[in-house]
C-alpha cells in the first residue's frame, strides 16, 4: 500500500512537471507569434494608406510605451518579403521566427495591440513600402523620447507634403546614429528645429547623398545638447534660406568639427545667439563663407569654447546691423588672435564681455568702421584678457557709452591702450556696482593693468584716468611710436 502511494505520489509530481513544461512551450510560442521581447516589427505600408501610417506612428512613439525599441528601419520590401508575407493581396498576420508583420489597414493593427497588450516588447521596428515611403503628415516629435533605441535609419523617404522635422527626435537619449539612406528627399522642410535637441548619446549623423537644407529657414537648437556628437558635415549641404542660427549646436561639449558648404548663403540669418556656446572641444571654426548682411545678434554665439584656437572670417563678415556682440568670444580661454577688420560696428549698442576671459588673447583687429557710436554698454569687455599686450581703439566713438565697469581688469600685460579723438566718457559715471550688471559706471575699469602708462597701484582705477596727456592711462593713436 505504501509503495502504491509513493508511486502515485510520484506520477502527480511528474504530472504536474509536464504540465509546467507544457504551460512555458505553449508561453513561448504564444509569444513568439506575438512579438516577444527579441522580435522584429515589420510593417509593410502602402503610401496611399496614410492614415494607417499615422496611426501607427501614434501608437509606437506617442501614447504607449516604447522603451524596448532599440532599432528603427525605413525602406523598400523585397520581392521575397511580398511573396512570404502578402497573399493574393491580403494582410497576413503571422509569427515566424518572432517576426511581426503587418500591411495594410489600421485595424490590423488595432488587432495587434488587442492580441498583444498595450505595451508590446520591441525591439526593431521596420517600415516597409513597395515604393517611396511617402510622408504628408507632421514629423514633429515622431520619435521623441526614444530612451533605448540606438539606431533609426530612413530610406527610400519622401518628405513631400510636410514642412517640418520640429522635435523629430528630441530627448532620444538612447540613439547614437541616424542614417539618412538611399533616395531621402527633404526639399520640402523649412524648420529644423529642436529635430535632435537633447539627444544625449548621438554620436553620428549621416546625411546621406541626397538630403538638401536648401530651403529651411530655422536651424534653432537644431543639435542643442548633443553632447556626444563629435563631427557634422554640411560640406555638401544647400543651405539658402536660413534666418536662424540660434543654439544650433549649443552645449555640443565632444564637437571637434564642423564642415559648411563653400556656396553658403546666409545674408538672410539675422540671429546667432550661442550658436557653438559650450562647444567645450572644437578647436577650429570656418566662418569665411559666410555673409552677414542681415545679421542682428552675435551674443554669445563663441562663448566657453575654452579650446578654441583659431576662428576665420570672410571678407563678408561685416556686421553692418549687428546690434549686439555681448559675450561673442567669452571665456574662449585658448584664443589667441581675432581678426574683426571687416566688421561695421555703427549699428551696436552692447559690447558686454565680448571678450571676458580670454585668457590667451594676444591680439584684436577692428577696422576703421568698428566705430561704435551707439554703444552704451562696455563693461567687462576685455576684462581677464592677461596677454594682450596692446589695443587699438582709436576708431572708437564712445559718446553713447554709460557703462564701462572692469572693462580692462586683469588685462596684467597690455602696456598701450590706443584711442583717437572719439574717446568720450563723459556720460559714464565714476562710481557703479560691479555685482550689478544693470548699474552703469566705470569702477574696477583699470584693475591691475600696472604696465600701463601713468599707472600706479594707489591712484584710481576707475574713469578718472581714462584719458591721454598728462597723467593718463591711455596713449593717443597719434603718439604710437613707429616700429
Not at 105 to 120: H, L, T
Not at 262 to 279: A, K, L, P, R
Request: charged fraction near 20%.
Amino acid at each position: 500500500m505504501k509503495q502504491t502511494y509513493k508511486n502515485l505520489k510520484l506520477l502527480a509530481v511528474l504530472g504536474v512537471f509536464v504540465i509546467a513544461i507544457a504551460t512555458c512551450a505553449i508561453a513561448c510560442v504564444y509569444c513568439a507569434l506575438l512579438g516577444g521581447i527579441n522580435s522584429n516589427f515589420k510593417i509593410f505600408y502602402t503610401p496611399k494608406n496614410s492614415a494607417m501610417y499615422y496611426e501607427l506612428m501614434a501608437y509606437l512613439y506617442k501614447e504607449n510605451d516604447h522603451s524596448c525599441v532599440s532599432s528603427i528601419t525605413f525602406d523598400f520590401y523585397t520581392d521575397e518579403e511580398k511573396e512570404e508575407y502578402i497573399v493574393d493581396g491580403n494582410n497576413v498576420i503571422d509569427g515566424i521566427q518572432g517576426t511581426k508583420v503587418i500591411w495594410g489597414e489600421f485595424n490590423d493593427i488595432d488587432m495587434y495591440r488587442k492580441a498583444n497588450g498595450e505595451r508590446p516588447e520591441l525591439e526593431d521596428v521596420y517600415l516597409l513600402s513597395h515604393s517611396d515611403i511617402y510622408t504628408c503628415l507632421d514629423m514633429t516629435s515622431i520619435f521623441k523620447d526614444l530612451t533605448n533605441c540606438k539606431t533609426i535609419t530612413l530610406n527610400n523617404f519622401n518628405t513631400i507634403g510636410t514642412n517640418s522635422f520640429w522635435c523629430t527626435f528630441q530627448n532620444s537619449t538612447g540613439l547614437e546614429k541616424v542614417t539618412f539612406g538611399n533616395n531621402v528627399h527633404t526639399q520640402g522642410i523649412v524648420h529644423l528645429y529642436q529635430t535632435f535637441q537633447g539627444c544625449t548619446n548621438l554620436r553620428e549623423v549621416d546625411f546621406g547623398k541626397t538630403v538638401t537644407f536648401e530651403n529651411v529657414t530655422s536651424f534653432y537648437e537644431m543639435f542643442s545638447g548633443c553632447t556626444n556628437l563629435q563631427e557634422i558635415d554640411f560640406s555638401n549641404r544647400k543651405i539658402y534660406s536660413a534666418t536662424n542660427f540660434d543654439r544650433m549646436f549649443y552645449q555640443c561639449s565632444s564637437l571637434t568639427n564642423v564642415n559648411f558648404c563653400e556656396d553658403i548663403n546666409t545674408s538672410n540669418v539675422s540671429t546667432y545667439v550661442q550658436m557653438f556656446e559650450g562647444c567645450t572641444n572644437l578647436q577650429t571654426i570656418d566662418f569665411s563663407h559666410f555673409r552677414t548682411d542681415n545679421a542682428r545678434n552675435f551674443s554669445a554665439a563663441f562663448a566657453n569654447c575654452n579650446n578654441l584656437r583659431h576662428i576665420t572670417f570672410g571678407e563678408n563678415f561685416t556686421c553692418h546691423n549687428v546690434t549686439s556682440m555681448s559675450n561673442m568670444f567669452e571665456f574662449c580661454s585658448k584664443l589667441e588672435n581675432v581678426d574683426l577688420f571687416m566688421v561695421d560696428g555703427r549699428q551696436l549698442q552692447v559690447t558686454e564681455r565680448m571678450f571676458d576671459g580670454c585668457l590667451e588673447l594676444k591680439s584684436v583687429t577692428f577696422g576703421k568702421d568698428f566705430t561704435c557710436e551707439n554703444v552704451y554698454d562696455m563693461e567687462f569687455m576685455f576684462n581677464d584678457c592677461k596677454a594682450l599686450i596692446e589695443l587699438d581703439l582709436s576708431m572708437m566713438n564712445t559718446r553713447s557709452a554709460t557703462d564701462m565697469k572692469s572693462m580692462f581688469r586683469y588685462c596684467e600685460k597690455i602696456k598701450h591702450i590706443y584711442v583717437g579723438d572719439g574717446w568720450n566718457v563723459t556720460n559714464v559715471p565714476v562710481g557703479g556696482d560691479p555685482n550689478d550688471l544693470g548699474s552703469p559706471g566705470s569702477v574696477s575699469m583699470f584693475d591691475a593693468c600696472s604696465n600701463l602708462p601713468n599707472w600706479d597701484e594707489n591712484k584710481k582705477t576707475d574713469k578718472t584716468f581714462a584719458h591721454t596727456g598728462e597723467g593718463g592711462y591711455l596713449t593717443h593713436i597719434n603718439d604710437k611710436e613707429v616700429s
